[in-house]
């Protein structure tokens, strides 16, 4: 028997933009005040928190529904880990951690991205070109951000449901769109538990690969494969959430410069709400 991700679900869901229209548009509200009220400087930083904050949010909220999780689902994980009774559910907790860990650093690391951009003292009558760089970073990138959160998350959910003896391969879409470099790729097989981090889908901005896997390890065996590919694959996708790594790798621009100390208090507050969930249930 074979099991595929279900990735025709998973790109329509990726296809529609009405989602992250109307999350830019939360984010360019708390944008606006924040450049009207930016000479409080007490103000300001309430302001930053909340636009991180809100970015978080949806960033993680993508993740959960590639995972099929609501969030008080995802809050249960959280308290009740010391209750699991499967490996399975462990995983699913460490999978669910590395994804709020990775994506709070993003939102502040991309927020801040943005914020740099400004002038030292923004003007209000100037208010239309700051939001041309809000709509930029907040929803041209946060569209393809959101995609690439969604579809990481949606192949850590299948994979979670793969035993560890079934031989896994590498597909593409077989179009005319498949990158000649991922269609070298096709047929690549390795049992999951050797399988390459690096090669779970999305290797690269736009990637619409899967994987299969069949659960007759005995009858097929894993094809041996070079390290070429390694230099191909985009760094900042060479983790993967399927095996408990960050969806954005350090290789990401946004993660070239040391956060301001503020924001570093910001993101440290994001953590602790969640880590706050698992520690007051032990």
Known sequence: MTARLPLPGILAARAGKTDTQKEYEVIREAFRRLILGWENSAERKDMIGDI?????????????????????????????HNDFTT???????????????????????????????????PQAEEIAAYESL????????????????????SMAA????????SVVTYMTQGDERVRPWHLS????SYRK?????????????????FLVADGFASVHGALPA???????????????????????????????KPLPEDVQQIVKRLKERFYHVQDHAR
Not at 248 to 256: D, E, I, L, R, T
């Open 134 to 153: 809000c709509e930029r970073y907040n929803l041209t990138y946060a569209a393809r951000e959101n995609d690439q959160v969604l579809f990481a998350a």
């Open 193 to 209: 538990s050797e399988f390459p981090p690096e090669l779970i889908p999305p290797i690269e901005w736009g990637c619409r690969c």
């Open 185 to 188: 790729l096709e047929g690549l």
């Open 52 to 80: 991180i904050t809100l970015r978080c949010s949806f960033l993680v909220d993508s993740a959960l529904r590639g995972l099929r999780i609501d969030f008080e689902q995802a809050l249960n994980i959280l308290r009740n």
């Open 158 to 165: 299948w994979w979670l449901t793969i035993s560890p003896e």
């Open 226 to 256: 070079g390290e070429g590919y390694r230099g191909q694959v985009d760094p900042v996708f060479r983790e993967s959430l399927a095996t408990g790594g960050r969806i954005f790798s350090p290789a990401h621009a946004y993660f070239s």
């Open 87 to 121: 490996e399975r559910e462990r995983r699913q907790r460490d999978i669910l951690l590395a994804a709020v860990d990775n994506l709070v650093d993003f939102a502040a690391a991309e927020e801040t991205a943005l914020l740099e951009e400004l002038p030292g003292e």
